[in-house]
T-cell receptor
């Protein structure tokens, strides 16, 4: 595909459950980013991958959040023991290493009941 | 602490009424300042990158400018399709080639 894709587009879960959110970056982009966006706010940085490794995970709010990118392409954001405060839109972006412009996917809207 | 503040929070204009959006930033060394457009239910769409004070970039009815403390997004003779939230973000020179700090955005509404 031409752009960043994310699945699912919407996820409703119950408090305490485990969820996985998937991101397919633009082909050839080695850098991948996860953000979280609450209503009326700008995206908040969570984690950055360069290739397969997490180069910067300083934005992850706590150890319930984890992300992987095992083959340097698709990434999965994993949230354990979800809480109502985790409800937000989770955005993924990718970029070429030599460029700063990040290209965003449409996001996954997570609702924790 | 690196910070980005956008004003106004919301702006309603008549079609054809030009205006400017403001992005004030505090960062210990600027690597780059970015403008994005975000439509409801979609991810941000990249518009511009500015790197140094005095730099300007244009795209259709939009022009972005940069000083040492702020950036402006000027919109000339806007049309209803320009209605969106406009996000400003900065990347600090001391950060890894990753972290971008976003402002809360300006919701722009253009009435026909």
């Amino acid at each position: 595909g031409a752009g960043v894709s994310q699945t699912p587009s919407n996820k409703v879960t119950e408090k305490g459950k485990y969820v996985e959110l998937r991101c397919d970056p633009i082909s050839g982009h080695t850098a991948l980013y996860w953000y979280r966006q609450s209503l009326g706010q700008g995206p908040e940085f969570l984690i950055y991958f360069q290739g397969t490794g997490a180069a910067d995970d300083s934005g992850l709010p706590n150890d319930r959040f984890f992300a992987v990118r095992p083959e340097g392409s698709v990434s999965t954001l994993k949230i354990q023991r979800t809480e109502r405060g985790d409800s937000a839109v989770y955005l993924c972006a990718s970029s070429q290493i030599s460029h700063n412009e990040q290209f965003f996917g449409p996001g996954t809207r997570l609702t924790v009941l | 602490e690196d910070q980005v503040t956008q004003s106004p929070e919301a702006l309603r204009l008549q079609e054809g009424e030009s205006s400017s959006l403001n992005c004030s930033y505090t960062v210990s060394g600027l690597r780059g300042l970015f403008w994005y457009r975000q439509d409801p239910g979609k991810g941000p769409e990249f518009l511009f990158t500015l790197y140094s004070a005095g730099e300007e970039k244009e795209k259709e009815r939009l022009k972005a400018t940069l000083t040492k403390k702020e950036s402006f997004l000027h919109i000339t003779a806007p049309k209803p399709e320009d209605s969106a939230t406009y996000l400003c973000a900065v990347q600090a020179a001391h950060s890894s080639a990753s972290k971008i700090i976003f402002g809360s955005g300006t919701r722009l509404s253009i009435r026909p």
